[in-house]
């Protein structure tokens, strides 16, 4: 048997190049219907796996649970046992009116205004995704007629700072799209590792509106969120299928 990985607890033989990285462990299970053979694989912390094929191309999906911290041990630990493209399918509060809710934002780049990433590189280096696997996500997106915005996130550590209405109003007025807490460290660690990444957003909370009201609606299944989220699965699977038809 293959040494498995402390904490997400797969090995080598799982032997996928291609992994969606949601942060909540229940999603897994919205993300099963677009799956052929879907088999769950292990459940550890906040990071549950599944194997499926998506088109014929085997497809890992793996929970990341919250925050850059426990996204970027998910990147480094699928990169161990051979993992080499990897999209965030994520929630995220929008900053700008123009994005709507259950809209995607395909991230172009983040602000690293949280403090994984900064561990591993001096905060000037940039967290950008994989040119390649994005433009996957945008011609994926397109085909499908969904709505969606490509441009900057802000990833942050908590929603509960004092200041946090303050700090948003000022990204909004910079031209940040909407802010989530994973996407920094995926595109900072994914690239230090050689990983292709890219980050798929689905916004839940309406510019300027609750965040925790919002999420808490998201949780429960209503309105156009979930929608969004079917989106971000679907947009993301077919980016994989497109990287792999032009690597053939």
């Known amino acids: 048997m293959a040494q498995l990985q402390p904490h997400i607890r797969l090995g080598e033989d799982v032997n996928v190049k291609y992994a969606l990285l949601p942060g909540d462990p229940a999603r897994l299970d919205r993300i099963k219907p677009f799956l052929e053979q879907p088999e769950e694989l292990a459940y550890n912390r906040e990071y549950r796996s599944l194997k ?44 700008q009116p123009q994005v709507k809710m259950g809209d995607l934002i395909i991230v172009s780049g983040a602000v690293r205004d949280e403090g994984t990433s900064k561990t591993y590189i001096d905060p000037i280096f940039p967290a950008i995704p994989d040119t390649e696997l994005m433009c996957c996500c945008i011609d994926a997106a397109k085909e499908n007629g969904f709505s ?23 990204w909004s007025t910079k031209g940040v799209l909407g802010c989530d807490m994973e996407t920094a460290a995926l595109f900072t660690v994914g690239h230090l590792r050689g990983v292709k990444t890219a980050s798929i957003l689905n916004n839940v909370v309406e510019y300027e509106g609750d965040t925790l009201e919002s999420i808490g609606e998201y949780v429960d299944g209503e309105d156009l969120s979930v929608l969004g989220e079917k989106y971000e699965i679907l947009t993301a699977l077919e980016a994989f299928y497109l990287l792999e038809t032009k690597s053939k």
Request: glycine share 14%; aromatic share 8%; with cysteine.
């Open 52 to 95: 499926g094929y998506y088109k014929g191309v085997p497809v890992l999906a793996v929970s990341t649970g919250i925050g850059g911290a426990s996204a970027g041990i998910a990147v480094e630990e699928l990169h161990n046992i051979g993992v080499s493209a990897m999209i965030r399918i994520g929630s995220c509060g929008s900053l």
């Open 148 to 170: 969606f915005h490509t441009g900057i996130a802000r990833s942050h550590d908590s929603f509960y700072t004092d200041r946090e209405d303050e700090i948003d109003a000022y």
